[in-house]
């Protein structure tokens, strides 16, 4: 396999790394299983305070590793300066809050006395992805590092100088050895190192495929997973909405990370009143963005994060348009070196069009117009996926009853579906389980413990 960093803005091969040893790798869970045994005794204090240094020092490196985002990747520079910014608020918020979260819980039982206590599980393996390549690894590794867990992390394979770099600052913070490793290694090796008896759980943010490759090896195991698989999020829009707020939120919505986003907004759903008002400016506001070099300030939409992906997601529109869809906007690959995808609005995507339950990684926006809103709800849960979503209406109410009939993980009223550290994140369907962020991030990888203490005239 080939661990590479490519410049998506060239598809040039900017520096290649050699995929760790059998041997390197045992030794690395090895480290992790030791630096278990000593880090589990360690206090909530000492805990939170190399999160607070680890955050300290994103903070003091924004600029490079922005940088090394950006050419990674493909992240408009100002996006991955974001993207470190939230990393370090993710570090602070387990720091501060993970003690008063992981307190013991006191139970009142019938007889005697109880509470439950959390305590640590062992040696995780976070599988991660691209396209957030600090973020990603923040909401895995923080919260379980203050639970008392280590962690081991197997970033993918275009992004190995920030898996590297996320692992130097840790070791510059001063984490123990085997306390948070970075593993180069490929996607198979990764699934069959949860077989491996010292790991006790994995969390995996990726595809459908490697979900379900990764789930079955735990469960054959017995350990626990977490799994966020993608989402094809519905973005509807209410005829009292603010037409021109929805327009705003929508070209955000669907264009952050150059399309590439888990929750982005990727099916516009309109009721009839409304929806040529809405699809006009829409088409405007996504025909205004500049593509262009991400590192450049003045660019609105980069390439995508690869050669392969921006093949790929012209591939499926030309399947849409073969299946009786029509573009309203773009359709092609951008004429120019780099993995550049135009901004493209698909409409008259029907479920018998082969595309109609595909996840659309990039700028492409699948437009819908339904009657009312009982059918922009149905067609909001015609999906396989159920990551979030969006409601825009300016009855909070409304919004709020349409939300609960919505069979998603997330719901967001006149906002798209978005993320931030005091906010749990994590879908449904074949998006997922489990959760991660705000105190629900504390929940998965940790051991909740009861103890019940008894009196002497206890009937039991």
């Known amino acids: 396999m080939a661990i590479q960093t490519i410049n998506p803005t060239t598809n040039k091969v900017v520096k290649s790394f050699d995929e760790m040893t059998v041997t390197a790798v045992d030794n690395a869970v090895a480290n992790a299983a030791i630096a278990f045994d000593e880090w589990k005794q360690t206090d909530y204090q000492t805990r939170a305070q190399l999160l607070y240094t680890v955050a300290g020092l994103l903070r003091a490196k924004k600029k490079e590793l922005a940088k090394m985002i950006t050419l990674e990747m493909g992240k408009l520079l100002s996006h991955a300066e974001g993207e470190i910014k939230l990393s370090a608020e993710i570090f602070d918020y387990y720091a501060k809050n993970a003690e008063s979260f992981l307190a013991d819980k006191i139970l009142n039982p019938v007889h005697g006395k109880a509470l439950i206590r959390y305590s640590p599980v062992g040696v995780l393996l976070g599988v991660q992805p691209w396209n957030f390549p600090f973020y990603q690894v923040a909401r895995f590794a923080a919260p379980n590092i203050m639970i008392g867990n280590t ?29 948070y490793t970075n593993l180069l290694v490929s996607g198979k090796r990764a699934t069959e190192l949860v077989a491996d008896k010292r790991i006790r759980g994995v969390s995996l943010t990726g595809s459908e495929t490697a979900g ?49 986003c888990c929750v982005a907004s990727k099916r516009f759903i309109a009721v009839e009143s409304i929806a040529d008002s809405f699809l006009e400016k829409f088409k405007a506001k996504m025909a205004e963005l500049v593509v262009g070099d991400p590192m450049d300030d003045t660019t609105s939409l980069g390439p995508l994060c690869s050669e392969a992906a921006a093949v790929n997601i012209a591939d499926q529109v030309k399947r849409a348009v073969n299946g009786g869809a029509k573009i309203v906007l773009g359709g092609k690959r951008v004429d120019r070196e780099g993995a550049y995808m135009e901004a493209t609005i698909l409409t008259d995507i029907l ?87 705000a105190e629900f991030g504390l929940d998965e990888f940790v051991n909740k413990k009861l103890i019940r203490i008894s009196e002497l005239s206890d009937p039991f």
């Not at 992390?153 to 306390?179: D, M, R, T, W, Y």
């Open 351 to 437: 479920p018998e069009n082969p595309v109609f339950y595909e996840e659309f990684f990039g700028p492409v926006a699948l437009f819908f117009q339904v009657k009312d809103e009982a059918e922009a709800i149905a067609l909001a849960n015609n999906s396989p996926f159920g990551l979030g979503g969006s409601v825009f209406t300016k009855d909070i109410e409304r919004g709020k009853r349409i939300a609960n009939q919505i069979d998603t993980g997330m719901v967001f009223i006149n906002h798209p579906t978005w993320t931030q550290a005091d906010l749990p994140f994590g879908g449904t369907k074949n998006s997922g389980y489990g959760r991660e962020m």
């Open 212 to 260: 379900a490759s990764v789930a079955a090896e735990a469960g054959k195991h017995i350990k626990k997973s977490v799994l966020e698989l993608g989402g094809s999020d519905a973005f509807i829009i209410l005829e009292d909405a603010d037409i021109d707020k929805a327009v705003e939120w929508a070209v955000v919505g669907r264009i952050n990370n150059n399309g590439q």
């Open 151 to 179: 962690v081991l992390i197997k970033h993918a394979s275009n992004v190995p100088q920030c898996a590297i770099a996320i692992e130097e600052i840790f070791i510059e913070a001063g984490a123990q050895i085997g306390l």
